[in-house]
């Protein structure tokens, strides 16, 4: 990965921490990893980046659970679990207030 793509991965990584989801144009993800097609390492990878943002740049005890939204579309949607430390939760829309 080139140190230009490591910078686009790491500011959507910061994003997903910031704001608890991000998506990804699929095209994008293909010129970071320099990659025809993504393979489990490629998702491994961007695991691994982020659990190391979270326990070692942010100093969190633990990371949270990456989860897809699976769609039909160009994009690789990631939605984090809330984290632990900060109090945070989701709930439904309906009953926020």
Not at 63 to 82: D, Y
Request: glycine share 4%.
């Amino acid at each position: 990965m080139l140190k230009r793509h490591e910078a686009d991965l790491e500011r959507a990584l910061d994003r997903l921490g910031l704001q608890g989801a991000i998506s990804i144009p699929w095209d994008e993800l293909y010129i970071w990893f320099n990659a025809d097609r993504l393979t489990k390492s490629t998702y491994k990878e961007i695991i691994r980046r982020w659990e190391e943002l979270c326990l070692d740049i942010w100093d969190y005890s633990k990371a949270p659970q990456l989860n897809v939204f699976k769609t039909n579309t160009h994009l690789l949607t990631i939605i984090r679990a809330p984290f632990e430390d900060e109090g945070e939760e989701i709930v439904p829309l309906e009953s926020f207030h």
